[in-house]
Structures are given as structure tokens and as C-alpha cells.
């Protein structure tokens, strides 16, 4: 298993999309998850969305259900959120994060959850 390397980060101006990259190794069809987190400055980190790697499980925070997509190809081993209608509130360092362990569904949302942290992308909505 290898850190996670996230990629697609940038300015955009509210109202607009973005869709920010996970570049992860490891993971298999029957075991792994895949998470995204965000944390803006002066805040804790806050979960963003999760799905098993085999896709039979997701889970996304209520804040961003109506507007943001995780999703994965296995073939290219990269996980996505897709992030539509942004507003300055989105802006924050958006963290992948993996783990290998079996599913508790009860923890997707847990940071202690994961093992494995990329360095983090940036994301700025202008207002």
C-alpha cells in the first residue's frame, strides 16, 4: 500500500465544478475504501464522502450529498469527486485517504479509519 496522490485542485469561482483526482495502489475489488476530506483553515477536517473500492458501499456527508460525487475506475486505479455548484464554504485542502481493513460502515466518516493520507489538493472558490 502506497500513500494516495491526489491531483485536480485549483481557483474557481463559485457556481463552478471541479473534479479533483486520487491516484491510489492497493486497493482490490473485495477489500478497500476510498475517502475524501476537506479541511479549511482554522477548522477540523471534516469528512467528505467514502465508497468501497468495490463500489458496494457510499457514503457522503449531508453538507455536500446534493452537490458532490465520489466515484472510481478501477482499470486506471484512481478515485474522483466530482464537486458541482461550489460556494466559498467549499474551500478548503481536500485530503484521499485509504485503508485495506474490512468494512465498517459505522467508520467510513472516521479519519482514524483510514491508514494511508495523500498530501492534499487545494481548492479556492472565489465568491
Known amino acids: 500500500q502506497v500513500q494516495p496522490v491526489e491531483s485536480g485542485g485549483g481557483l474557481v469561482q463559485a457556481g463552478g465544478s471541479l473534479r479533483l483526482s486520487c491516484a491510489v495502489a492497493?486497493?482490490?475489488?473485495?477489500?478497500?475504501?476510498v475517502a475524501w476530506f476537506r479541511q479549511a483553515p482554522g477548522k477540523e477536517r471534516e469528512f467528505v464522502s467514502a465508497?468501497?473500492?468495490?463500489?458496494?458501499?457510499?457514503s457522503t456527508a449531508d453538507s455536500v450529498k446534493a452537490r458532490f460525487t465520489i466515484s472510481r475506475d478501477i482499470a486506471k486505479n484512481t478515485a474522483y469527486l466530482q464537486m458541482n455548484r461550489l460556494t466559498p464554504e467549499d474551500t478548503a485542502t481536500y485530503y484521499c485517504?485509504?485503508?485495506?481493513?474490512?468494512?465498517?460502515?459505522?467508520?467510513?466518516?472516521?479519519?482514524?479509519?483510514?491508514?494511508?493520507w495523500g498530501q492534499g489538493t487545494q481548492v479556492t472558490v472565489s465568491s
Open positions: 492497493g486497493l482490490t475489488y473485495s477489500s478497500g475504501t
Open positions: 465508497m468501497r473500492w468495490s463500489g458496494s458501499t457510499k
Open positions: 485517504a485509504t485503508t485495506l481493513r474490512g468494512l465498517i460502515a459505522s467508520s467510513l466518516s472516521t479519519s482514524s479509519y483510514y491508514d494511508y
